[in-house]
């Protein structure tokens, strides 16, 4: 596929639990965006790559998560000890180039649902 | 302040007539881009048009055009000849491409617009 895509698409977790959530960005696309969208709500940033580099984790809500893109391509967001506010959609977005007039796209995201 | 507002929670519109949805947006950034995707209810975002601020023209795209009013800091998207397949959330984006030289090209959105087309 040509796309953006995403791993698994639906996870379910008991709250406390550790999940890992996957990214396959577009092939040769250097930055990598990770947004949260609650339900009902518009996506929220929270990480980015550039290459394996993280640049900005400004976004993220607490030091439970942690995301990593260690060859440059696939990319992996991690959730420690899961909380009930953490579900929400969880989505990925590349681009070709790092350059900013890039336009973003997003794969299907992995709905997340902590119990 | 939000940084992008969208007022309109949910919009109607009959098969292919034409709707509007408003997008207002906050930044003092001179350089910015704004984007507007559809989000099925399969949740991957589409992206369907761009503008840049610096833009001479109103971006436009098949049946998608953005009205574009720099001076009122609004991005409406129009749809013309409305599809059944337009049924969606749509959300307004902005990226800024300053923000305290430490813009990576981050977007921010606004909370969505549900909107129903009938038949």
């Known amino acids: 596929g040509a796309g953006v895509s995403q791993s698994p698409r639906y996870k379910v977790a008991k709250r406390g639990q550790d999940v890992a959530l996957r990214c396959d960005p577009i092939s040769g696309h250097v930055s990598l965006f990770w947004y949260q969208q609650a339900l009902g709500q518009g996506p929220e940033f929270l990480t980015y790559f550039q290459n394996e580099a993280q640049l900005d984790k400004s976004g993220l809500p607490s030091d439970r998560f942690f995301a990593e893109r260690p060859e440059g391509s696939v990319s992996t967001l991690k959730i420690q000890r899961t909380q009930q506010e953490d579900s929400a959609v969880y989505l990925c977005?590349?681009?070709?180039?790092?350059?900013?007039?890039?336009?973003?796209?997003f794969g299907p995201g992995t709905r997340l649902l902590v119990l | 302040a939000q940084k992008i507002t969208q007022t309109q929670p949910g919009m109607f519109v009959q098969e292919k007539e034409a709707v509007t949805l408003d997008c207002t947006y906050d930044t003092s950034d001179p350089s910015y881009g704004l984007f507007w995707y559809k989000q099925p209810s399969s949740g991957e975002m589409i992206f369907l048009i761009y503008?840049?601020?610096?833009?001479?023209q109103n971006a436009t795209e098949g049946r998608y055009s953005l009205n574009f009013q720099k001076a009122r800091k609004s991005a409406n998207l129009v749809i013309s000849a409305s599809q059944l397949g337009d049924s969606a959330m749509y959300f307004c984006a902005m990226r800024e491409h300053n923000a305290g030289g430490t813009s990576y090209g981050k977007l921010t959105f606004g909370q969505g617009t549900i909107l129903t087309v009938h038949p």
């Open positions: 977005a590349s681009t070709i180039t790092a350059q900013r007039r890039e336009t973003q796209y």
């Open positions: 503008q840049g601020s610096y833009d001479q």
